[in-house]
């Protein structure tokens, strides 16, 4: 057994999880590329058995008062508390993300869990007024049914947490497909969330895990009696989702692609706009769907932020996420490596230059894992492949004159999830996040465009999928809403006028 698979048979004994060993299917560790575990996979016939079964535990949930289905997730929140060292620790090394990251992302599923029971007790409909004497006209919000969840290996359990404890306080089932590179922190999720749906005394089948490639999530993305499918990933990969949900009148939730960009106005803070800039576009090794990936400067200090951030991204440690001081973890595997090695060819091929980074890096050390400095390209225009999402750590910097032009180049792409501005000037701040400014689902004023909180929707606009989750009103996406109204009179008056008889 390696070291790091030796570290993963501990955390899950930690955990109470049996340790992944058994199985047929290699998981790798993006740190090193060794061998961390063997799981087996699912097939057709697990999904259907498992949305049976959860569809068989809606029927007791949904009956369930929110108030106590909230226990379920108050529990969850507390194993979480309980076994947050472990499972973040289980995602740097699953994820490559640093140890801090690994941590925060069980935060955000600490977080949630929070909210959700919170949530449990106000799931409000409305009284409206009505036309009619006599009569009462109120909204109502019901639990919608099964909840399948497809998640991605960049955030590999707070995706999930986010539409898990929405959907449990609404009254729903919750049956998860992870990413095939992400399938040891969802065993270990699925191990805790499935003591704390015990300890409450929910209904077996509630909480369900699936693992396997593209047969099993076709199967769940058909199933119909999955009543939502909430799912993260690629733009491709959204466009064969909702067409097949669609097809039999499901639901869907789509959070795809982003292409995310930062404008620097002559007024920014260079201090902290470097700051927010190195971070957004270096952090996770530019693998979150939020990274930072075009930078639009003026013209007037393009020059010195171009020279700060250069300077910046050549002191970032990179290597090992799990030792102390790394800032840049590797690329989850040799796919995205190929991705970023393209991107950049074809970036020098349209005109483009490349300022810092841009070379793989650890390779003697660890030939199998996939390791690159982050890059900063300088590019004459807005290019076709400026347009594209490369899920690696490359930064295109654009140059702008006026702020309208600014604009115009941010909202030309066919992503639209997050955005940032870093401006001290009040009118370019206001006009970015008014409805003629970023056309994002999230516009930022002086810090990056990732790193959301759960209070706020998250999710975008155009190619990203119009989804949102977390907090606001993303509940509703869980609910089917009734419209009743009630005659409390001994008349029968018709709406709107109309007499018959």
């Known amino acids: 057994m390696t070291d790091l698979g030796a570290r993963v048979t501990d955390l899950f004994t930690r955990i109470g999880a049996p340790p992944p060993h058994a199985g047929a299917q290699q998981v790798r560790s993006p740190i090193t590329g060794e061998t961390i575990g063997r799981v087996d996979h699912d097939d057709a016939d697990s999904v259907g058995a498992r949305v049976q079964a959860a569809h068989h535990a809606f029927a007791a949930w949904r009956d369930t008062p929110a108030p106590v289905r909230g226990r379920l997730v108050y529990e969850l929140g507390r194993l979480l508390r309980e076994h947050q060292d472990a499972l973040g620790e289980l995602v740097s090394i699953e994820a490559g993300k640093i140890r801090s990251e690994g941590l925060g992302e069980v935060q955000e599923m600490i977080?949630?869990?929070?909210?959700?029971?919170?949530?449990?007790?106000?799931?409000?409909?409305?009284?409206?007024?009505?036309?009619?004497?006599?009569?009462?006209?109120?909204?109502?919000?019901?639990?919608?049914?099964?909840?399948?969840?497809?998640?991605?290996?960049?955030?590999?359990?707070?995706?999930?947490?986010?539409?898990?404890?929405?959907?449990?306080?609404?009254?729903?089932?919750?049956?998860?497909?992870?990413?095939?590179?992400?399938?040891?922190?969802?065993?270990?999720?699925?191990?805790?969330?499935?003591?704390?749906?015990?300890?409450?005394?929910?209904?077996?089948?509630?909480?369900?895990?699936?693992?396997?490639?593209?047969?099993?999530?076709?199967?769940?993305?058909?199933?119909?009696?999955?009543?939502?499918?909430?799912?993260?990933?690629?733009?491709?990969?959204?466009?064969?989702?909702?067409?097949?949900?669609?097809?039999?009148?499901?639901?869907?939730?789509?959070?795809?692609?982003?292409?995310?960009?930062?404008?620097?106005?002559?007024?920014?803070?260079?201090?902290?706009?470097?700051?927010?800039?190195?971070?957004?576009?270096?952090?996770?090794?530019?693998?979150?769907?939020?990274?930072?990936?075009?930078?639009?400067?003026?013209?007037?200090?393009?020059?010195?932020?171009?020279?700060?951030?250069?300077?910046?991204?050549?002191?970032?440690?990179?290597?090992?996420?799990?030792?102390?001081?790394?800032?840049?973890?590797?690329?989850?595997?040799?796919?995205?490596?190929?991705g970023f090695v393209a991107a950049l060819d074809a970036a020098r091929e349209q005109g483009g230059q490349v300022v810092a980074g841009g070379q793989r890096v650890l390779q003697a050390e660890h030939p199998d894992a996939y390791y690159v400095q982050p890059t900063i390209v300088r590019m004459p225009g807005q290019t076709a492949v400026v347009q594209q999402e490369t899920f690696a750590p490359i930064l295109y910097v654009l140059e702008y004159d006026d702020f309208a032009e600014a604009l115009a180049l941010h909202n030309d792409v066919p992503q639209g999830l997050s955005s940032s501005v870093f401006t001290t000037d009040l009118r370019e701040a206001e006009i970015f996040t008014s409805a003629a400014g970023s056309d994002c689902g999230i516009a930022n004023v002086n810090i990056g465009p990732s790193g959301a909180e759960i209070g706020g929707a998250f999710g975008g606009e155009k190619d990203t999928g119009g989804g949102r989750e977390s907090g606001s009103d993303a509940w509703k996406a869980y609910m089917r809403r009734a419209t009743n109204t009630v005659n409390y009179s001994r008349d029968l008056p018709l709406a709107q006028g109309v007499e018959f008889g």
């Not at 290996?153 to 049956?175: D, E, H, R, T």
């Not at 930072?292 to 013209?299: C, D, P």
């Open 111 to 338: 977080d949630i869990c929070d909210l959700a029971v919170g949530l449990s007790r106000q799931l409000c409909g409305l009284t409206i007024a009505s036309e009619r004497p006599g009569h009462r006209m109120m909204e109502q919000w019901h639990p919608l049914g099964v909840v399948g969840v497809i998640s991605a290996f960049n955030f590999p359990v707070a995706v999930w947490s986010w539409n898990a404890a929405l959907a449990l306080v609404c009254g729903n089932p919750v049956v998860w497909k992870p990413s095939e590179n992400a399938v040891l922190t969802a065993m270990a999720t699925h191990a805790i969330a499935t003591q704390a749906a015990r300890t409450a005394g929910a209904p077996e089948g509630l909480i369900a895990l699936l693992l396997g490639g593209r047969d099993v999530g076709t199967a769940l993305v058909d199933h119909p009696d999955v009543a939502l499918i909430s799912a993260t990933g690629s733009t491709r990969m959204g466009r064969e989702v909702a067409p097949r949900v669609a097809a039999r009148f499901g639901r869907y939730l789509l959070e795809l692609g982003g292409n995310n960009a930062a404008i620097l106005a002559p007024s920014a803070d260079l201090d902290l706009a470097v700051r927010g800039i190195v971070f957004s576009a270096a952090g996770t090794a530019g693998q979150r769907c939020t990274t930072l990936r075009r930078i639009i400067v003026h013209r007037s200090i393009a020059a010195d932020l171009t020279d700060r951030l250069a300077t910046a991204y050549g002191t970032l440690p990179i290597g090992s996420p799990l030792d102390e001081g790394t800032l840049v973890g590797p690329l989850i595997n040799r796919r995205a490596y190929d």
